[in-house]
C-alpha cells in the first residue's frame, strides 16, 4: 500500500480529509454543505442515439480536482470484479462484448436511471464499510464530495 493510501484510510476528521485533498478546511466545508453549492455544477444536455437527451451534471473546475484527487485514491483500494467492464479504466464496450464472442444468445440492456438509484445513503454506506471504514462524519463529507444534491 502505497502512503497516499494508508494517509487515505487513516482519514479521522474533516482536518484530515482537508489535508489529504491539499485544500483549505473552509473550501472542503463549502462543498460539503447540505446542500451543494449552485456554481459546484455546470448543467447541460447531450444528445441520446435512440433520440431524447440526457442531462449531465459537471463539477467545476476546483470540485473536479477535489474529485479526481479522490478518484486516484480510491482506484489504488478497489478492485473490480473480472466481469466489470463498464467505467473502468482499461476496459470498455469491446472488452465486454469479447467475453460474449461466438455464445449463442446475448441479451444487451440499458437500465433506465440507474446513476439516479445511487442516492448519497448509498454512498455514505459504501465508505463506512470494508476496505474504508470511516466513521459517520467522514464518510458523510466524502459522500457530499461525489455526490450532486
Same mark, same amino acid.
Given at each position: 500500500?502505497?502512503?497516499?493510501?494508508? &494517509?487515505?484510510?487513516?482519514?479521522?476528521?474533516? !482536518? !484530515?480529509?482537508?489535508?489529504?485533498?491539499?485544500?483549505?478546511?473552509?473550501?472542503?466545508?463549502?462543498?460539503?454543505?447540505?446542500?451543494?453549492? @449552485?456554481?459546484?455544477?455546470?448543467?447541460?444536455?447531450?444528445?441520446?442515439?435512440?433520440?431524447?437527451?440526457?442531462?449531465?451534471?459537471?463539477?467545476?473546475?476546483?470540485?473536479?480536482?477535489?474529485?479526481?484527487?479522490?478518484?486516484?485514491?480510491?482506484?489504488?483500494?478497489?478492485?473490480? @470484479? *473480472?466481469?466489470?467492464?463498464?467505467?473502468? *479504466?482499461?476496459?470498455?464496450? *469491446?472488452?465486454?462484448a469479447e467475453v460474449?464472442?461466438? *455464445?449463442?444468445?446475448?441479451?444487451?440492456? !440499458?437500465?433506465?436511471?440507474?446513476?439516479?438509484?445511487?442516492?448519497?445513503?448509498?454512498?455514505?454506506?459504501?465508505?463506512?464499510?470494508?476496505?474504508?471504514?470511516?466513521?459517520?462524519?467522514?464518510?458523510?463529507? &466524502?459522500?457530499? &464530495?461525489?455526490?450532486?444534491?
Amino acid at each position: 500500500m502505497t502512503k497516499d493510501i494508508k &494517509l487515505f484510510l487513516s482519514i479521522k476528521n474533516q !482536518d !484530515d480529509l482537508a489535508a489529504f485533498l491539499e485544500i483549505p478546511i473552509g473550501t472542503l466545508m463549502h462543498y460539503c454543505a447540505v446542500y451543494t453549492p @449552485k456554481h459546484a455544477y455546470v448543467s447541460f444536455e447531450i444528445p441520446k442515439k435512440n433520440g431524447g437527451v440526457r442531462s449531465i451534471l459537471a463539477p467545476n473546475e476546483q470540485l473536479k480536482l477535489i474529485q479526481k484527487r479522490l478518484s486516484e485514491a480510491l482506484y489504488q483500494i478497489y478492485s473490480p @470484479k *473480472k466481469i466489470t467492464h463498464g467505467f473502468i *479504466k482499461g476496459r470498455c464496450i *469491446k472488452s465486454g462484448a469479447e467475453v460474449h464472442m461466438n *455464445k449463442r444468445c446475448v441479451l444487451n440492456i !440499458d437500465l433506465k436511471d440507474f446513476f439516479a438509484c445511487i442516492h448519497i445513503g448509498r454512498v455514505i454506506g459504501m465508505f463506512k464499510s470494508q476496505p474504508f471504514n470511516f466513521d459517520y462524519s467522514v464518510a458523510c463529507l &466524502l459522500a457530499r &464530495l461525489v455526490c450532486c444534491n
